[in-house]
């Protein structure tokens, strides 16, 4: 149990377009997912705490605008990475914790790794 | 500012030896310390800790939180290379549902 799947895995795309990452928990409900990013050989960083049914917090220094985040339902989130630029290539992240349970273990995706040319 | 801090930031041992990977952290409102390994892609659950002094164990990894230090160790004995990977650890606060990872240590298992 407790699998959480992101969507695309790898996606390669132009330099001003937009680029949307689903993750869904497949088989529990998370009213919380986060969104994390990592570059190459480094850990991974908070970009953003996804809620169900109202606005995400970001962490200091992401831009919202940027990175427009929705989480529509209790076992989906996305993150849309507006007009895009090569220094958004990374590796993004999601993470979600099983509302049915009290316990705080994060399940984490498999990753979506991006490439802005 | 909350911090989270990994040693070393790489390790090369051999095969059979025994490894032990430090986290030190620096946060108001501390509530709980994880364990995550990362190979290739998404970290994976190891541990959880929220007392001190309470050893976690699952198989040849085990883990202790030191609350008064401020600090946890993951130990791993016996090593084989399928240990290696970097081995992250995060923190959870009581002022919110986030974690912050520290720098994480890259492991590397020689045969």
């Known amino acids: 149990g407790a699998v959480v799947s992101q969507h695309p895995s790898r996606v390669i795309c132009k330099s001003g377009t937009s680029v949307k990452i689903e993750c869904r928990s497949l088989?529990?409900?998370?009213?919380?997912m986060f969104w994390y990013r990592q570059f190459p050989k480094q850990s991974l960083m908070l970009m953003a705490t996804s809620n169900e049914g109202s606005k995400a917090t970001y962490e200091q220094g992401v831009e919202k605008d940027k990175f427009l985040i929705n989480h529509a339902s209790l076992t989906l989130s996305t993150l849309t990475v507006t007009s895009a630029h090569p220094e958004d290539s990374s590796f993004y992240i999601c993470?979600?914790?099983?509302?049915?349970?009290?316990?705080?273990?994060?399940?984490f995706g498999p990753g979506t790794r991006l490439l802005v040319l | 500012e909350d911090k989270v801090v990994q040693s070393p930031l790489s390790l090369v041992v051999h095969e059979g030896d025994t490894v032990t990977l430090n986290c030190s952290y620096e946060?108001?409102?501390?509530?709980?310390l994880l364990w995550y390994k990362q190979e290739k892609k998404a970290p994976t659950f190891l541990f959880m800790l929220?007392?001190?002094?309470i050893e976690k164990k699952s198989g040849r990894l085990s883990s202790i939180l030191d609350k008064k230090e401020l600090f946890s160790i993951l130990n791993i004995t016996a090593t084989q290379t399928g240990d290696s990977a970097v081995y992250l650890c995060a923190v959870g606060l009581n002022t919110g549902n986030q974690f912050y990872f520290g720098t994480g240590t890259s492991l590397t298992v020689i045969p």
């Open positions: 946060v108001t409102n501390f509530r709980s």
């Open positions: 993470s979600a914790r099983d509302s049915g349970r009290d316990e705080e273990t994060q399940y």
């Open positions: 088989d529990f409900q998370a009213t919380t």
């Open positions: 929220t007392s001190s002094g």
